[in-house]
T-cell receptor
Framework: DSGVTQTPKHLITATGQRVTLRCSPR?????VYWYQQSLDQGLQFLIQ???????AKGNILERFSAQQFPDLHSELNLSSLELGDSALYFC????????????FGSGTRLTVV | GNSVTQMEGPVTLSEEAFLTINCTYT??????LFWYVQYPGEGLQLLLK?????DKGSNKGFEATYRKETTSFHLEKGSVQVSDSAVYFC?????????????FGKGTTLSVSS
């Protein structure tokens, strides 16, 4: 157990729908990062939150949004889902100071049918 | 900009063979470098890291040396095992006030047969 908890582990939904993925960071970590992993695009950085505030944006679509709550858990919202959104979504967390890498959760596998 | 380039896989080896997975990077400043491993059905796990030039990271028999002159961080293992079969990701980090931003390569799949 890495200490980063992601729920649900699997999600199957239809095109056009909206889903919410949840992440609880490792205890003491203030930064949360979301990544999308697909076969063709590899591991793509989506967005970073630090202590409730958005800090960095990567290749995140406008249909996607995220937030980090006062208890530091984070949610990634995916709307108007398309078949191409099917992927593994990973959450990771880190301490404030850098150089030590991230701790990853086990991911949420999203299948859009 | 910052980027990481890994050798494309899959890499297929027999047990006890020598492993090299090449990784080069482009970065502004002085990044830290990492290798992550992803076993089937699992998330990414930190394998090893190096935070400055000439540092050698090592773990579980794997090694990688931070080479600033060649902007490389190649992963090596002297004798691979079947249990090493996984996807390996090279990554670099850029540190800002909020923490680290990790940029990953596309990953290299290693398959080891007995």
């Amino acid at each position: 157990d890495s200490g980063v908890t992601q729920t649900p582990k699997h999600l199957i939904t239809a095109t056009g729908q909206r889903v919410t993925l949840r992440c609880s960071p490792r205890s003491g970590d203030l930064s949360v990062y979301w990544y999308q992993q697909s076969l063709d695009q590899g591991l793509q950085f989506l967005i970073q939150y630090y202590n409730g505030e958005e800090r960095a944006k990567g290749n995140i679509l406008e249909r996607f949004s995220a937030q980090q709550f006062p208890d530091l858990h984070s949610e990634l919202n995916l709307s108007s889902l398309e078949l191409g959104d099917s992927a593994l979504y990973f959450c990771a967390s880190s301490q404030v100071t850098g150089g030590y890498g991230y701790t990853f959760g086990s991911g949420t596998r999203l299948t859009v049918v | 900009g910052n980027s990481v380039t890994q050798m494309e896989g899959p890499v297929t080896l027999s047990e006890e063979a020598f492993l090299t997975i090449n990784c080069t990077y482009t970065a502004t400043g002085y990044p830290s470098l990492f290798w992550y491993v992803q076993y089937p059905g699992e998330g990414l796990q930190l394998l090893l890291k190096a935070t400055k030039a000439d540092d050698k990271g090592s773990n579980k028999g794997f090694e990688a040396t931070y080479r600033k002159e060649t902007t490389s961080f190649h992963l090596e293992k002297g004798s691979v095992q079947v249990s090493d079969s996984a996807v390996y990701f090279c990554a670099l980090s850029v540190t800002n006030q909020a923490g680290t931003a990790l940029i990953f390569g596309k990953g290299t799949t290693l398959s080891v047969s007995s």
